[in-house]
């Protein structure tokens, strides 16, 4: 059934059915198609893996998107490797991280709300097994650098238990750039660096992505290229606020107006300075020749801290266009087509089963990926065997708006969702502020501006669809004209939510207080303690909590509200 569904989808997009019909008519796309199914490029070795994650980084944030960023490395790279302008990641931390690791949709792993918050007894499902583990049952030395997000409550939780043979970075989802202090609120802060499953209380002091770059060079330098193949997950903090960069980095950019945006271009800069000293030690040790340099972010960026996103709609933490279509790109002599760009369509959970893949493990959907091989697709150019992308399922986010009747018996559109197949995309629920938000060039800017189309148009609605192939900016929502495909749609995300596990979200604990532990985030609770079970178990964060009443907080509420309707009429 669920193929008949996916089949029409593809026959109501017209560049699909355009596409077929010629195809059956020309001789040379039988013939191309012909060669397609030959065997796979594959390296005779292993391949050395480098995988570079960056934190919020916008799809505006980067030179080759736009000139005033400077990216000299990472444009280089990109030009020379094959970009990827129709890749997908999730619109936050934990969800794009998990899903790399595992290969799986939240739904699949229990982790489609929200993300793991520092004292939540929550983490990846330890069951499932990992990227790097796989990486390591054929013969791969792997380590982590950088920000995990995954979850520390217990030792089994650390990425040294999850199949990284060394780990040197931050257990928390943002830290100080230089004090690796880190707060879950204002008041509850700890220390939040590590060094394998020990807290690095003496590295301190020194800018993180520079400290993180350094210790990428020394695995480099202390490993034996030609021995065992290698892969190295470098995980940046960088671009993710607070925004501290060096003040050398700043000079630049001095011209750009807006104080954020300025900060925010100068800790691009520096990443991009990090990709350059790592690719030298590539080519200094001896690995480059057989290696795949993998670069991307891990959610939209977040324009009132300095982030562009421009032209997309939405921002981080959104399931528009600006909060999940990402930034990305490979580089490597590998790859047998190099020097061009990829439009075709790929996500984050692919790169589990085509790493594995390259590396000459075995992959098969029967063990629960919802990631394709696409090796053959950014090598070769062939199509991508993705068709479509479940992009969330989120059954605690739910708003008053919507109902079963507007999804046509099929779907309740209060719950946050959303999925795109083919060239359609649909949207249900609170989808995110739907703001298309321009590049900062002013010093200073009414926040209440970013928000008007949000309070407009979304709150009267729950339904959305584009085509994101001719519309990726996400302007003509054609929900109304389409209901046809609108139902398809839906009927998929009905097919993939049989398919979900329940989701695993529980309420804060105590133990993990900074305080009760030495003064670090670190795990609290005992490796022979018995794992509760979350499974059903859904907690709403500060649902629970008494609040203070704040009368001036009451006032300024209303006082934007009110700036906020005068501006509306004016529009």
């Known amino acids: 059934m669920a193929l008949f569904v996916l089949f029409g989808l593809l026959i109501l997009s017209p560049r699909t059915s355009a596409s077929c019909s010629d195809a059956r008519s020309s001789r040379e796309d039988a013939e191309r198609f012909r060669v397609e199914q030959a065997a796979p490029f594959r390296p005779k070795r292993p391949p050395h893996i480098i995988f570079i994650l960056t934190d919020d980084q916008g799809f505006n944030d980067i030179g080759y998107h736009n000139r005033h960023i400077r990216s000299p490395t990472l444009d280089k790279l990109a030009s020379q490797g094959v970009r990827l302008e129709n890749y997908y990641v999730q619109p936050l931390c934990t969800p794009s991280r998990s899903q790399l690791i595992t290969g799986r949709y939240q739904i699949h792993t229990g982790l489609q709300h929200s993300i793991i918050r520092p004292r939540q007894p929550s983490c990846l499902p330890l069951d499932v097994v990992t990227l790097p583990q796989r990486l390591q049952e054929v013969g791969y030395s792997t380590h982590m650098v950088g920000k995990w997000h995954l979850g520390f409550y217990r030792k089994d939780c650390l990425p040294t238990r999850r199949g990284f043979q060394s780990y040197f970075g931050s257990l928390t989802g943002s830290v100080d750039y230089y004090t690796y202090g880190s707060c879950d609120g204002k008041s509850l802060c700890g220390f939040d660096l590590h060094e394998g499953e020990s807290v690095a209380w003496g590295k301190a002091g020194k800018y993180s992505t520079h400290l993180y770059t350094q210790r990428v060079r020394k695995i480099l330098a202390t490993h034996d290229s030609t021995s065992q193949p290698l892969f190295i997950f470098l995980s940046l903090q960088a671009v993710h606020t607070p925004l501290k960069p060096p003040k050398e980095y700043i000079y630049p950019y001095r011209r750009m107006g807006n104080v954020p945006r300025r900060k925010y271009a100068a800790m691009v800069s520096i990443v991009d300075e990090a990709v350059r000293n790592i690719t030298y030690a590539l080519r200094k040790y001896g690995f480059y020749r057989n290696s795949i340099v993998i670069f991307s972010t891990d959610n939209g960026a977040q324009p009132l801290t300095g982030g562009s996103n421009w032209p997309l709609r939405g921002c981080k933490g959104t399931y528009w266009e600006g909060g999940i279509r990402g930034v990305g790109f490979v580089h490597s002599p590998l790859i047998r087509h190099r020097r061009r760009v990829s439009r075709a369509l790929i996500h984050i959970t692919d790169w589990y089963p085509t790493l594995v893949g390259l590396a000459g493990g075995n992959v098969s959907h029967h063990q629960g990926l919802d990631g394709f091989d696409v090796w053959p697709t950014i090598s070769e150019g062939k199509e991508s065997p993705r068709m479509e992308i479940l992009h969330n399922i989120d059954p605690l986010h739910r ?5 079963l009747k507007d999804g046509y018996g ?8 959303s ?3 083919g060239d359609w995309k649909l949207l249900t629920g609170d989808p995110g502020h739907g703001d298309w938000v321009p590049p900062q060039v002013l010093t200073n ?17 729950s339904v959305w669809l584009f085509n994101v192939t001719g519309d990726p900016c996400e302007r003509h929502d054609l929900a109304a004209h389409r209901p046809d495909v609108v139902k398809e749609l839906l009927a998929r995300l009905v097919f993939y939510n049989r398919t979900a596990i329940p989701v695993r979200y529980p309420p804060d604990d105590a133990r ?6 030495g003064g670090a985030w670190r795990p609290w609770v005992n490796d022979d ?3 509760e079970n979350w499974d059903g178990i859904y907690y709403k964060r500060g649902k629970n909590r008494k609040r203070k009443k704040c009368r001036l907080c009451k006032v300024q509420s209303f006082f934007k509200k009110l700036n906020l309707k005068i501006m509306t009429k004016q529009i």
């Open 419 to 421: 999925i795109r197949v």
């Open 512 to 517: 993990a207080n900074p305080s009760l532990n």
């Open 445 to 461: 800017f009414p926040s209440s501006w970013w928000h008007l189309e949000r309070q407009i148009e979304i709150k009267r609605k």
């Open 410 to 417: 099929l779907w309740d559109t209060t719950v946050q969702a």
């Open 529 to 531: 303690e018995k794992q």
């Open 399 to 403: 708003r008053s708006q919507g109902s």
